[in-house]
């Protein structure tokens, strides 16, 4: 008790113990839809996400490297589209955005057509560049 009647009710942080209640029904909650996405997931989407770390793993060495760079990233996309598709099947519909449109992006380059997926790529660097240049204040939005 303090000098005013008062019972001190802070905790050793200085926060009171309701907020720290909150933060751990918070963080409970979070674990606990994590922890039952990974179990509803189904076998399908664990075989998905293996052969995507694999094929991540096998082709980001020549993919550094710069050999065969065409395949290796069309393996490397493929490996991460197959990544997100378990994101997508344990965590909700909104990881299968990124692993279409990772799928999309390489299948110019399994049809052996890199100049559509060099324009693929100037197109995604512009837009990068228009969005950063906006973020930053540079330009004005109409």
């Known amino acids: 008790m303090s000098g005013n009647g008062y019972r001190n009710n802070k905790s050793s942080f200085g926060i009171p113990p309701l907020y720290l209640y909150i933060a751990i029904g918070i963080a409970a909650v979070i674990v606990i839809s994590i922890i039952g996405g990974l179990l509803s997931a189904g076998v399908q989407a664990y075989f998905a996400v293996a052969a995507g770390i694999m094929l991540v793993l096998a082709n980001l060495r020549d993919l550094l490297r710069g050999v065969n760079s065409g395949i290796a990233l069309m393996n490397t996309m493929i490996g991460a589209a197959l990544i997100f598709f ?57």
């Open 86 to 142: 378990f994101l997508g099947s344990a965590f909700g519909w909104i990881w299968y955005i990124p692993a279409l449109l990772l799928l999309v992006a390489a299948a110019p380059l399994g049809l052996r057509r890199r100049d559509v997926y060099n324009v693929y790529v100037d197109a995604a660097r512009s837009m990068a560049v228009n969005i950063r240049r906006a973020v930053s204040g540079r330009t004005r939005l109409p």
